[in-house]
């Protein structure tokens, strides 16, 4: 958790020509990131098949974490669920996750993505700015080159998943009506 | 300084009254201000870990995703308590991550988080607190209160016990001036009494009897030694009025035949005087003396009993005068034995101016009879003590024993063989009975150089 923390407050890099470590922090930041928000989540009781169950974090496209997401989860737990990382190219093998991460390889079949995942009750959590505004529940921003992100609490709805207030007064509040 | 054993006893009672409540109250104050201290303390403690609880609470989303400005924000929520003045919140690291700083107090927040708990020192109450997510630690919260508030509170608690204290004690003093008059009055009434008594020697008063306590009962006793007292002075007095009718009547019945002996044996001498051998003229010279000295005794004590029997005058006397007249009596023994006598002024005195010129005639007379081989000397002085005057007779003459103090005043004591010096061993008997009647006292004490001072006082009379 000091990792993460650590991690958290760091500033990263967003300009274009960002260094390759800079691309690395800014990875490990959201990874923990990631494990952040599924605190702060709550599924429904039939997500989960026993209280045990593991959370399932599923990567959609192409994974830019170069490890740092296992790394991250290893061996940590959401209230009490073991968490599992598995990858994907068809949104539709990642049915069965929790949380799936869509990178940003994927940003041309947003809408693809949101079709099959949008009403399940998965955190959708993109890489690209307007992932929330078009039907998407989370996506990472960048703002004063820091790591920050926008919830659509409207999509967070309809998946029947419940964020925290907390969670949502950290976020920028978007609504999908704007981006379609 | 006063000491408490010659306080009267109604200052006592109020004293040991106020002490009691003094020193109950002083207790009860204490306590209830240390009970106060520790309960301001724990309420602090109580308070300080429920806005810690309450930030940290609130901060977890905040701390966990590194946003600052959103802890800063929870932050200034203390800004309601005026009493804290600041708080910090560490990351998991322990590094800081957010501080709030009040408006009053210096804040001097701890570099790294301390063991969760709390500590009081010098500059306040800090408390540090765990911040958690889902059981695992993402951070600290410490907050540090001022204890200024407390401070505020022990001075104004010590002002006001300092103000109960006081109304209690003059409560406490007017109450028990009052409370305690049920204990100290009978004390002080039988006291009162007993002063009377002794200063009047008056057996017929009695201390009022109280009540049915203790000092009733000793106020029963004291008046039944009273009663017992002054039967006994009753029955006293009777027997030595009747002793001194018996003398008197006895020395005036006796005068009559001494005085037909005396009378008779000059007649017998003038008739039959010629006639007699050198042998009965010795015989007849002793049954001569010793019917004159009968007849001398025998008039000195009907003078004795006569003292004060007619009454005692009280007036003003010319205490010179007296003097004067005293030397006129003695006029042929103060030529025969070649004295001379000194006089001072002296005050006046009240009394019974017969009684007091023989007094004075008594002791001039001793002071010349007892006399040694030098030629007499005589000095009579006086001096006012208090409200009396004390006057002194000194003399050269042969002194006195100071062991034959107590049988000198005593009547027809002698201290000499009867032919060593004239006397019947009534004078200073009558001297001592004449002061005393007088509410006086006689002694005497060694003259410087040799002789004798005799000294007695009697009550001054006011100025004309």
Redesign the interface.
């Known amino acids: 958790m000091a990792f993460v923390l650590a991690a958290a407050s760091a500033g990263v890099g967003a300009g274009a020509g960002a260094s390759e470590s800079q691309a690395s922090r800014e990875y490990a930041v959201k990874a923990a990131f990631l494990l952040n928000f599924a605190q702060f989540v709550e599924w429904p009781a039939e997500a989960f098949a026993s209280p045990d169950a593991p959370l399932r974090i599923g990567v959609l496209g192409e994974d830019p974490f170069a490890g740092a997401l296992d790394a991250t989860v290893a061996g940590e737990t959401v209230r009490e669920h073991p968490i599992e990382v598995e990858r994907a190219d068809d949104p539709h093998a990642l049915a069965d996750c929790h949380l799936v991460f869509v990178a940003a390889s994927e940003e041309r079949r947003i809408d693809e993505v949101i079709a099959a995942l949008g009403d399940r009750p998965i955190l959708t959590v993109g890489d690209m700015e307007d992932f929330a505004r078009r039907g998407g529940v989370l996506n990472f921003l960048i703002d004063e080159r820091k790591i920050r992100f926008a919830i659509n609490p409207t999509a967070a709805k309809a998946g029947g998943l419940q964020i925290n207030a907390q969670l949502l007064n950290l976020a920028k509040l978007v609504d999908a009506d704007h981006g379609r | 300084m006063i000491r408490l054993d010659d306080l009267p006893i109604r200052r006592r009672l109020t004293l040991v009254i106020l002490a009691t409540c003094s020193v109950v109250l002083l207790v009860a104050i204490v306590l209830l201000a240390i009970f106060e201290i520790v309960d301001y303390r724990r309420s602090l403690v109580r308070d300080a870990f429920v806005w810690a609880d309450l930030i940290g609470t609130?901060?977890?989303?905040?701390?966990?995703?590194?946003?600052?400005d959103?802890v800063v924000t929870l932050l200034k929520a203390l800004r309601a308590e005026e009493s804290v003045e600041g708080a910090r919140v560490y990351?998991?690291?322990g590094e800081p991550?957010a501080d709030y700083v009040g408006a009053a107090s210096p804040f001097t927040p701890s570099p790294r988080p301390e063991a969760d708990g709390h500590r009081f020192s010098r500059s306040g109450l800090e408390v540090f607190s765990p911040v958690t997510?889902?059981d695992?630690?993402?951070?600290t919260i410490a907050i540090q209160v001022d204890l200024g508030g407390m401070y505020q509170r022990v001075w104004l608690f010590s002002g006001v016990s300092i103000a109960v204290v006081l109304v209690s004690l003059l409560l406490g003093f007017v109450l028990s001036t009052h409370l305690q008059r049920p204990i100290s009055a009978p004390i002080v009434a039988l006291a009162d009494a007993a002063r009377t008594v002794a200063e009047r020697r008056d057996y017929t008063i009695r201390a009022p009897a109280l009540g049915r306590n203790e000092i009733g009962v000793l106020t029963d006793a004291f008046n039944h030694m009273l009663v017992t007292i002054e039967a006994r002075a009753a029955e006293l007095q009777r027997s030595n009025q009747e002793l001194e009718q018996f003398a008197y009547v006895a020395a005036h019945d006796l005068q009559e035949p001494v005085r037909m002996i005396s009378s008779y044996l000059q007649l017998l001498e003038r008739r039959v005087g010629t006639h007699f051998d050198e042998r009965s003229r010795q015989y007849f010279a002793y049954a001569s003396n010793g019917a004159d000295r009968m007849g001398e005794m025998i008039r000195s004590l009907l003078d004795y009993s006569r003292i004060g029997r007619d009454g005692d005058r009280r007036e003003p006397v010319d205490t010179d005068k007296a003097v004067g007249a005293a030397l006129e009596n003695l006029h042929l023994e103060v030529q025969r034995s070649g004295a001379t006598v000194s006089r001072r002024p002296l005050p006046r005195v009240v009394g019974d101016e017969t009684q007091i010129v023989r007094l004075l005639q008594n002791l001039v007379s001793n002071a010349l009879k007892f006399r040694g081989t030098a030629p007499p000397h005589v000095t009579i002085s006086g001096r006012r003590v208090g409200g009396s005057v004390e006057i002194a007779v000194a003399d050269n003459g042969i002194g006195i024993n100071p062991q034959d103090g107590s049988k000198l005043f005593a009547l027809f004591q002698r201290l000499h063989r009867v032919g060593a010096y004239p006397g019947t061993g009534i004078g200073l008997a009558s001297c001592k009975k004449i002061v005393e009647r007088h509410g006086g006292r006689i002694w005497f004490e060694p003259n410087q150089g040799g002789g004798t001072v005799f000294l007695f006082t009697l009550s001054e009379a006011p100025d004309v």
């Open positions: 609130n901060s977890q989303a905040a701390l966990a995703f590194g946003d600052k959103a990351d998991a690291a991550f997510l889902d695992k630690r993402i951070g």
